[in-house]
């Protein structure tokens, strides 16, 4: 069995890496930073760090940008593996209990089928599966070589890294069975994996669907003004576009670089690179801008000139929009600075007294500053292009202002002041006065909860207790972001190697949201090792530059918010359906979203349920080891006549098939929303920035967890075991740069316990769902291309059913190599049982005199989850209403996402019935957390 | 190459000046100037003969350009110059002196500041005050004490003025001035007194500051008051309170090697809370003039 489980975790990652490799459409860079950012890491981080076998690879990646897989195929794939999908398809390789397959298949049966003849390594995954089934030791051997074989033919084309990660995934192929083997707990293990299995299908039967790649059209504002056009995959990661962009700009600094989302002016939210894009953006439009992220304290520590020259535009931007305050003087001398760069030396004959006013300097140009500037001008003659961009850099960046993301807030007080995070850490603003510094090495955790923001501070010497001090911010939403960019910016600034993802570390609610880029450290590293010339590139004319400069700004701002409305109108009237099919997923509703869509939507009480949901998941996705989550879910929904009809007619029926849809499609789109969840709508979120004292910090965590939690030490030795196994893996951590191979496993078509007869009428109301979820995508911002493929989907009934195994094991891989990196090795249990209730509104329940029509109750179990649903039709005062009940426990250890499994109930109770409102979410955790120390 | 690019790199470019702004001391002063403590009287043809010293110092012994106004009866305090302007580069920040006395100071300082053709910069806000001895420039950023003379609005307008530059408060509780503890003894190195405040008040400005700033402790908060210069023919020169007024003190300037020392006694002045920096203000001219 221990074999088994480790060919299981293999395959995962193959499957993970096909996705990337598929997704990011032969751009490996792309593949290996959405995985494991870690990778790109010049090789002397990672040799410090354990893992020593990412350091090839990392190496390489940066290199390698132009493997091109066929475009075509790399898009089917990806659009088939969402990247959420990894971990389920793993899952599919254990075996699946009856119960559980049985649900999964009948809606896998029909949709899964589709996917075979697309998957370009059938055969492979064929084998992988059966032996899997084997599960003989030998498994682990095969598997090996599986995954090369796969990594052959996925990404053969590719780059000579991954040869070397071939290797490395041969040894952590081999220590992962190990792990696993300790383990022993396999039944638990095989539960999870059922479930993920159905997620599995669910995703399959999803991206089955649109057998066409469906691609959405999306614009970047560059730099310069221009516009960069590029058609993207719908599930494509924020990566995929972030280098696509880089490509086109032939960029190799990138990492100070990211992408904005055009969502307001006032505060820029950062496209994640390793999310889905679409998650992201919601129903904005596929609008971007290309800018600065992390400013360089010292430009002229960059490599290439190329990269000074966006950061000079960047700067020449912030600067002529006010963003970056500057002084009379020092505008006029970045101005002249400007012109050499642009014109070059100053020349009386062409540069007529007007040639200055096309450039915009500051925010408001004056005539004395415009003669300032070229009486300056004068003076630089003979400096390069490139030696003016370094003396702009050389006296912007010591401004004040310069690399300092400013926030709205106020103190405890109520008072205004804004909070800025820079390089050095965060500063407090008064107006334009600072009245507080924190530096990082200052700050022991930052978190925020709700709207409010913290940061407890290590004691000073006069204090002997460290103190947490809180802001307010706006919103949800602004606490979230200030928190996310607070997060990156230490991780950037301060460490050598970004940390882990929380996940199975610490038992925290809430985000677990972790940058996962390169640092500066290593972003340094790595572009110390460029070795090609000079780019050539060309610098913006003057008069484009300064139409940019002028217009740019304010102009793209205006056209976003033209779009928004229009699209806001556009999508108002089907959005409904679409939001009561995503409350269920997320709490998106909630913050700022929450506002313009709210009006339509008159549960109010049922998003913040979800929300709570939501967080409940996160929780469960922090936990990894043991744990149990109940989700009860109740679901009431008033029918309708139109769409009751179908409901009613079907809810029998349907309701075994919604668990099965759960797994299928919607867990699909579940679990990326749940990560976009994660990004924008959990309530709360906890950052601990590492100064070489961990323990400290663990310790601390402790102490919160108490707080929500009785906690037990040592609860659970089964637990135990798996933490070993994590340890063993903190070796492993290569896994990432290894390149994933696909493994496609036939699934057998395992009865349902409802008839197949059912799998008719389910096909039906699937084409119906599918039509749903295909509005849900257009909501989510891509209006032209939507195809809605329901007929390829009954198609796949008919199919031989075939999984595609994926695992995403990035996060935890990483986590495991910081931990023994740097952790000391603590071993901590905990048992948490969470409670979320809502305000029952749910009348039709009650005993309103209603006249009962039916009941019946549903009974399914799989090893992991077990459902049981009431259905209770009553007529009252003429209108009939139907309540359904649904009771889902969610039963696993470490391999179960349980936030997903969570989400996915959620949402497919969701689809199922638009109104229904979620009671009550009990989450029950039973967490060993291990770290262990080298 | 104006601006930053010579001043401001690396506070490289603190001290640099070419110009100085003084003025006479009334007569008036004996009597009328503001004090803290009126315990001792002034000797006004003594505090005459250290001014007059003072200046000499700046004229001759460094060969700046001195603009010395002439003192006016109806303003006591306006020797003490250095609180009705802040110059750096090319700006000048008129202030609005927290005492309501000494408002009228500004102008005559206005005028000189524009003859010599600075950027001016009035404080018009009547909910502003700002002295200048409240005011430390490290070259880097600012750092304002908010005490009786200044306020927070105050400070806002010298953020707003000097834009490029960090401005941290630093409350200031007492002393009169911020500066009456503290100054910069040299690039990046801040001279502070031994007084519990004067410590407390340095630990807020290293917390709030990017930078990393060496000390240069002295025994006595009045000696920490020194002026800083950077003469192209005489390299770091240091004006600090003489031997004779503070021993202590002074031995320990007397341990900064690169520095041309100049020891100044301002015994009289110091009675009416006048330190080295008041009574100068000092401006680099580096094109024209």
């Given at each position: 069995?221990?074999?088994?489980?480790?060919?299981?975790?293999?395959?995962?990652?193959?499957?993970?890496?096909?996705?990337?490799?598929?997704?990011?459409?032969?751009?490996?860079?792309?593949?290996?930073?959405?995985?494991?950012?870690?990778?790109?890491?010049?090789?002397?981080?990672?040799?410090?760090?354990?893992?020593?076998?990412?350091?090839?690879?990392?190496?390489?990646?940066?290199?390698?940008?132009?493997?091109?897989?066929?475009?075509?195929?790399?898009?089917?794939?990806?659009?088939?593996?969402?990247?959420?999908?990894?971990?389920?398809?793993?899952?599919?390789?254990?075996?699946?209990?009856?119960?559980?397959?049985?649900?999964?298949?009948?809606?896998?049966?029909?949709?899964?089928?589709?996917?075979?003849?697309?998957?370009?390594?059938?055969?492979?995954?064929?084998?992988?599966?059966?032996?899997?089934?084997?599960?003989?030791?030998?498994?682990?051997?095969?598997?090996?070589?599986?995954?090369?074989?796969?990594?052959?033919?996925?990404?053969?084309?590719?780059?000579?890294?991954?040869?070397?990660?071939?290797?490395?995934?041969?040894?952590?192929?081999?220590?992962?069975?190990?792990?696993?083997?300790?383990?022993?707990?396999?039944?638990?293990?095989?539960?999870?994996?059922?479930?993920?299995?159905?997620?599995?299908?669910?995703?399959?039967?999803?991206?089955?669907?649109?057998?066409?790649?469906?691609?959405?059209?999306?614009?970047?504002?560059?730099?310069?003004?221009?516009?960069?056009?590029?058609?993207?995959?719908?599930?494509?990661?924020?990566?995929?576009?972030?280098?696509?962009?880089?490509?086109?700009?032939?960029?190799?600094?990138?990492?100070?670089?990211?992408?904005?989302?055009?969502?307001?002016?006032?505060?820029?939210?950062?496209?994640?690179?390793?999310?889905?894009?679409?998650?992201?953006?919601?129903?904005?439009?596929?609008?971007?801008?290309?800018?600065?992220?992390?400013?360089?304290?010292?430009?002229?520590?960059?490599?290439?000139?190329?990269?000074?020259?966006?950061?000079?535009?960047?700067?020449?931007?912030?600067?002529?929009?006010?963003?970056?305050?500057?002084?009379?003087?020092?505008?006029?001398?970045?101005?002249?600075?400007?012109?050499?760069?642009?014109?070059?030396?100053?020349?009386?004959?062409?540069?007529?007294?007007?040639?200055?006013?096309?450039?915009?300097?500051?925010?408001?140009?004056?005539?004395?500053?415009?003669?300032?500037?070229?009486?300056?001008?004068?003076?630089?003659?003979?400096?390069?292009?490139?030696?003016?961009?370094?003396?702009?850099?050389?006296?912007?960046?010591?401004?004040?202002?310069?690399?300092?993301?400013?926030?709205?807030?106020?103190?405890?007080?109520?008072?205004?002041?804004?909070?800025?995070?820079?390089?050095?850490?965060?500063?407090?603003?008064?107006?334009?006065?600072?009245?507080?510094?924190?530096?990082?090495?200052?700050?022991?955790?930052?978190?925020?909860?709700?709207?409010?923001?913290?940061?407890?501070?290590?004691?000073?010497?006069?204090?002997?207790?460290?103190?947490?001090?809180?802001?307010?911010?706006?919103?949800?939403?602004?606490?979230?972001?200030?928190?996310?960019?607070?997060?990156?910016?230490?991780?950037?600034?301060?460490?050598?190697?970004?940390?882990?993802?929380?996940?199975?570390?610490?038992?925290?609610?809430?985000?677990?949201?972790?940058?996962?880029?390169?640092?500066?450290?290593?972003?340094?590293?790595?572009?110390?090792?460029?070795?090609?010339?000079?780019?050539?590139?060309?610098?913006?004319?003057?008069?484009?530059?300064?139409?940019?400069?002028?217009?740019?700004?304010?102009?793209?701002?205006?056209?976003?918010?033209?779009?928004?409305?229009?699209?806001?109108?556009?999508?108002?009237?089907?959005?409904?359906?679409?939001?009561?099919?995503?409350?269920?997923?997320?709490?998106?509703?909630?913050?700022?979203?929450?506002?313009?869509?709210?009006?339509?939507?008159?549960?109010?009480?049922?998003?913040?349920?979800?929300?709570?949901?939501?967080?409940?998941?996160?929780?469960?996705?922090?936990?990894?080891?043991?744990?149990?989550?109940?989700?009860?879910?109740?679901?009431?929904?008033?029918?309708?006549?139109?769409?009751?009809?179908?409901?009613?007619?079907?809810?029998?029926?349907?309701?075994?098939?919604?668990?099965?849809?759960?797994?299928?499609?919607?867990?699909?789109?579940?679990?990326?929303?749940?990560?976009?969840?994660?990004?924008?709508?959990?309530?709360?979120?906890?950052?601990?920035?590492?100064?070489?004292?961990?323990?400290?910090?663990?310790?601390?965590?402790?102490?919160?967890?108490?707080?929500?939690?009785?906690?037990?030490?040592?609860?659970?030795?089964?637990?135990?075991?798996?933490?070993?196994?994590?340890?063993?893996?903190?070796?492993?951590?290569?896994?990432?740069?290894?390149?994933?191979?696909?493994?496609?496993?036939?699934?057998?078509?395992?009865?349902?316990?409802?008839?197949?007869?059912?799998?008719?009428?389910?096909?039906?109301?699937?084409?119906?769902?599918?039509?749903?979820?295909?509005?849900?995508?257009?909501?989510?911002?891509?209006?032209?291309?939507?195809?809605?493929?329901?007929?390829?989907?009954?198609?796949?009934?008919?199919?031989?059913?075939?999984?595609?195994?994926?695992?995403?094991?990035?996060?935890?891989?990483?986590?495991?190599?910081?931990?023994?990196?740097?952790?000391?090795?603590?071993?901590?249990?905990?048992?948490?049982?969470?409670?979320?209730?809502?305000?029952?509104?749910?009348?039709?329940?009650?005993?309103?005199?209603?006249?009962?029509?039916?009941?019946?109750?549903?009974?399914?179990?799989?090893?992991?989850?077990?459902?049981?649903?009431?259905?209770?039709?009553?007529?009252?005062?003429?209108?009939?209403?139907?309540?359904?009940?649904?009771?889902?426990?969610?039963?696993?250890?470490?391999?179960?996402?349980?936030?997903?499994?969570?989400?996915?109930?959620?949402?497919?109770?969701?689809?199922?019935?638009?109104?229904?409102?979620?009671?009550?979410?009990?989450?029950?955790?039973?967490?060993?957390?291990?770290?262990?120390?080298? | 190459?104006?601006?930053?690019?010579?001043?401001?790199?690396?506070?490289?470019?603190?001290?640099?000046?070419?110009?100085?702004?003084?003025?006479?001391?009334?007569?008036?002063?004996?009597?009328?100037?503001?004090?803290?403590?009126?315990?001792?009287?002034?000797?006004?043809?003594?505090?005459?003969?250290?001014?007059?010293?003072?200046?000499?110092?700046?004229?001759?012994?460094?060969?700046?350009?001195?603009?010395?106004?002439p003192p006016d009866e109806s303003l006591p305090d306006c020797v003490f110059v250095e609180d009705v302007t802040v110059v750096c580069e090319e700006t000048a920040l008129i202030t609005r002196p927290g005492a309501p006395s000494r408002r009228k100071e500004v102008e005559a300082m206005k005028r000189a500041l524009e003859s010599l053709n600075l950027n001016i910069v009035e404080m018009t806000d009547e909910n502003a005050t700002l002295d200048g001895g409240d005011v430390l420039f490290t070259g880097r950023e600012f750092f304002v004490g908010l005490s009786k003379r200044t306020n927070q609005r105050g400070a806002e307008i010298l953020a707003d003025t000097f834009k490029d530059y960090a401005v941290s408060t630093v409350p200031v509780y007492d002393s009169l001035h911020l500066k009456s503890f503290c100054s910069m003894a040299g690039p990046n190195l801040i001279a502070i007194g031994s007084s519990?405040?004067?410590?407390?008040?340095?630990?807020?400005?290293?917390?709030?500051?990017?930078?990393?700033?060496?000390?240069?402790?002295?025994?006595?908060?009045?000696?920490?008051?020194?002026?800083?210069?950077?003469?192209?023919?005489?390299?770091?020169?240091?004006?600090?309170?003489?031997?004779?007024?503070?021993?202590?003190?002074?031995?320990?300037?007397?341990?900064?090697?690169?520095?041309?020392?100049?020891?100044?006694?301002?015994?009289?002045?110091?009675?009416?809370?006048?330190?080295?920096?008041?009574?100068?203000?000092?401006?680099?001219?580096?094109?024209?003039?």
């Amino acid at each position: 069995m221990t074999t088994e489980i480790g060919s299981e975790t293999e395959v995962k990652k193959e499957s993970e890496q096909l996705e990337a490799n598929t997704a990011q459409e032969g751009t490996e860079e792309a593949t290996e930073s959405q995985i494991q950012p870690d990778l790109d890491n010049p090789v002397s981080e990672k040799v410090q760090s354990s893992p020593s076998s990412q350091a090839p690879v990392s190496q390489s990646s940066p290199t390698s940008h132009k493997k091109e897989k066929e475009p075509s195929e790399g898009k089917g794939i990806s659009r088939f593996i969402p990247p959420w999908l990894k971990k389920q398809k793993s899952y599919t390789v254990a075996g699946p209990k009856d119960e559980a397959k049985k649900r999964e298949q009948t809606s896998t049966g029909e949709e899964c089928a589709t996917e075979v003849g697309e998957h370009p390594l059938p055969e492979a995954a064929a084998e992988s599966k059966g032996n899997l089934e084997e599960a003989t030791q030998n498994q682990q051997e095969v598997k090996a070589d599986d995954q090369e074989e796969k990594h052959s033919v996925s990404s053969a084309e590719t780059q000579p890294a991954k040869e070397d990660s071939k290797d490395i995934e041969v040894e952590k192929v081999s220590e992962e069975k190990e792990e696993k083997e300790e383990k022993g707990e396999e039944g638990e293990k095989r539960e999870t994996k059922e479930v993920q299995t159905t997620d599995l299908k669910m995703e399959k039967v999803s991206q089955k669907t649109p057998k066409k790649i469906k691609t959405l059209p999306c614009k970047v504002m560059l730099l310069d003004g221009t516009e960069y056009s590029y058609d993207l995959e719908k599930r494509a990661k924020g990566q995929v576009l972030f280098d696509k962009v880089c490509e086109q700009l032939n960029l190799l600094e990138k990492d100070y670089f990211g992408l904005v989302l055009q969502e307001n002016s006032e505060q820029k939210s950062w496209l994640d690179p390793a999310k889905e894009i679409k998650r992201q953006i919601r129903n904005l439009p596929w609008l971007f801008t290309f800018n600065v992220k992390f400013y360089p304290p010292d430009p002229s520590q960059l490599t290439e000139d190329i990269t000074r020259y966006f950061l000079c535009l960047q700067l020449r931007q912030d600067i002529a929009s006010g963003h970056l305050p500057c002084s009379f003087v020092t505008h006029s001398l970045l101005g002249s600075y400007t012109l050499q760069a642009e014109l070059g030396d100053y020349d009386p004959e062409e540069h007529n007294n007007d040639y200055i006013s096309e450039f915009q300097f500051a925010p408001n140009q004056t005539k004395e500053m415009e003669e300032k500037v070229v009486e300056l001008h004068k003076t630089h003659r003979g400096l390069t292009p490139a030696q003016a961009d370094s003396q702009f850099l050389e006296n912007a960046k010591r401004l004040s202002m310069y690399g300092v993301d400013l926030h709205h807030a106020k103190d405890s007080e109520g008072v205004d002041i804004m909070l800025g995070v820079c390089a050095n850490g965060l500063l407090i603003y008064k107006d334009r006065l600072r009245i507080n510094r924190f530096a990082w090495p200052k700050i022991l955790k930052i978190s925020y909860k709700r709207s409010n923001f913290y940061i407890k501070v290590r004691p000073t010497e006069q204090e002997q207790f460290e103190s947490t001090i809180g802001f307010k911010l706006p919103n949800h939403r602004a606490a979230k972001r200030l928190w996310k960019v607070c997060v990156e910016h230490h991780t950037f600034y301060r460490l050598v190697s970004p940390e882990q993802p929380l996940k199975a570390t610490f038992l925290t609610l809430g985000s677990k949201f972790r940058y996962s880029g390169r640092t500066q450290a290593q972003t340094r590293q790595a572009s110390s090792l460029i070795d090609r010339p000079a780019p050539y590139f060309e610098r913006t004319s003057s008069k484009r530059i300064s139409r940019s400069l002028d217009g740019a700004p304010v102009g793209i701002t205006k056209s976003d918010q033209s779009l928004l409305k229009d699209f806001a109108v556009t999508v108002g009237p089907a959005g409904d359906k679409i939001y009561d099919s995503e409350i269920g997923g997320h709490g998106k509703l909630k913050d700022g979203d929450g506002r313009d869509e709210d009006g339509s939507l008159t549960k109010t009480p049922q998003l913040e349920l979800t929300q709570d949901g939501k967080s409940s998941h996160e929780t469960l996705n922090v936990v990894e080891e043991k744990k149990q989550a109940e989700v009860g879910i109740e679901e009431t929904i008033v029918t309708e006549e139109i769409n009751r009809g179908k409901i009613q007619a079907d809810a029998d029926a349907g309701q075994t098939r919604k668990m099965g849809r759960l797994s299928k499609k919607d867990s699909s789109s579940l679990s990326s929303d749940s990560s976009s969840s994660e990004s924008e709508d959990e309530d709360v979120g906890e950052y601990q920035p590492h100064h070489r004292v961990t323990e400290d910090t663990i310790k601390e965590e402790q102490e919160e967890n108490e707080d929500v939690k009785g906690k037990e030490e040592n609860a659970a030795k089964g637990v135990q075991c798996v933490e070993t196994v994590q340890g063993s893996q903190v070796e492993v951590t290569v896994e990432h740069s290894q390149v994933s191979a696909e493994v496609l496993v036939p699934e057998k078509a395992v009865p349902t316990k409802i008839s197949g007869e059912k799998n008719l009428m389910k096909e039906a109301q699937q084409n119906l769902r599918e039509e749903k979820d295909e509005e849900q995508l257009k909501i989510n911002g891509d209006v032209s291309h939507v195809d809605i493929d329901v007929a390829p989907q009954i198609i796949c009934c008919s199919e031989p059913p075939v999984v595609k195994t994926e695992m995403v094991t990035i996060s935890d891989a990483t986590k495991r190599t910081e931990i023994s990196t740097k952790e000391v090795p603590i071993v901590q249990t905990e048992t948490k049982t969470i409670t979320y209730e809502s305000p029952q509104f749910d009348g039709s329940a009650g005993g309103d005199a209603g006249v009962l029509l039916s009941a019946q109750t549903i009974t399914s179990e799989s090893v992991s989850t077990t459902t049981t649903t009431h259905i209770t039709k009553t007529v009252k005062g003429g209108v009939s209403e139907t309540r359904i009940e649904k009771r889902i426990v969610i039963t696993g250890d470490a391999d179960i996402d349980h936030d997903q499994a969570l989400a996915q109930a959620i949402k497919e109770a969701k689809e199922q019935h638009p109104d229904m409102s979620v009671t009550r979410v009990v989450v029950h955790k039973e967490t060993e957390l291990a770290e262990e120390d080298e | 190459m104006a601006g930053l690019s010579s001043s401001g790199s690396s506070a490289g470019g603190l001290g640099r000046c070419s110009h100085a702004v003084v003025r006479a001391l009334p007569e008036s002063l004996c009597r009328q100037a503001l004090r803290r403590e009126k315990d001792s009287e002034v000797d006004f043809a003594r505090a005459e003969r250290e001014h007059q010293l003072y200046v000499g110092v700046l004229k001759s012994k460094l060969g700046l350009q001195v603009l010395e106004l002439p003192p006016d009866e109806s303003l006591p305090d306006c020797v003490f110059v250095e609180d009705v302007t802040v110059v750096c580069e090319e700006t000048a920040l008129i202030t609005r002196p927290g005492a309501p006395s000494r408002r009228k100071e500004v102008e005559a300082m206005k005028r000189a500041l524009e003859s010599l053709n600075l950027n001016i910069v009035e404080m018009t806000d009547e909910n502003a005050t700002l002295d200048g001895g409240d005011v430390l420039f490290t070259g880097r950023e600012f750092f304002v004490g908010l005490s009786k003379r200044t306020n927070q609005r105050g400070a806002e307008i010298l953020a707003d003025t000097f834009k490029d530059y960090a401005v941290s408060t630093v409350p200031v509780y007492d002393s009169l001035h911020l500066k009456s503890f503290c100054s910069m003894a040299g690039p990046n190195l801040i001279a502070i007194g031994s007084s519990e405040a004067a410590q407390k008040a340095l630990k807020t400005m290293q917390q709030m500051s990017d930078h990393r700033y060496d000390k240069l402790t002295v025994p006595d908060d009045a000696a920490a008051n020194c002026i800083y210069l950077n003469i192209p023919s005489k390299g770091h020169v240091l004006l600090h309170r003489a031997p004779e007024e503070y021993p202590e003190s002074a031995k320990v300037f007397e341990k900064l090697k690169d520095h041309m020392l100049i020891p100044i006694a301002s015994t009289e002045l110091a009675k009416v809370d006048g330190a080295l920096t008041c009574c100068s203000v000092f401006i680099n001219k580096t094109s024209e003039l």
